[in-house]
């Protein structure tokens, strides 16, 4: 499954939430108890398998690069 299908589209987001912007469609799922992430563009990311009731845990692909600053240096 790609990353693609793993995740909902904006157009499904905005029609389970019934709000086409994007600060309404997170307090939507907030209130819905929806488990979700907000993208770097403030877009909210639903998992698929939140909604169809599956049990896998979804991992976020980890980012190609990170600045020197954000690494854990321990």
């Given at each position: ?7 909902l589209t904006p157009e499904e987001i905005a029609f389970l939430t019934g709000r086409k ?54």
């Amino acid at each position: 499954m790609s990353v693609y299908e793993t995740f909902l589209t904006p157009e499904e987001i905005a029609f389970l939430t019934g709000r086409k912007k994007r600060d309404l469609q997170v307090e939507a799922l907030r209130k819905m108890g929806i488990p979700f992430w907000v993208n770097a563009i403030n877009a909210p990311i639903v998992a698929r398998a939140a909604i169809e009731g599956r049990k896998e845990k979804v991992e976020l692909p980890e980012p190609r690069w990170v600045p020197d600053v954000l690494k854990n240096k321990s």
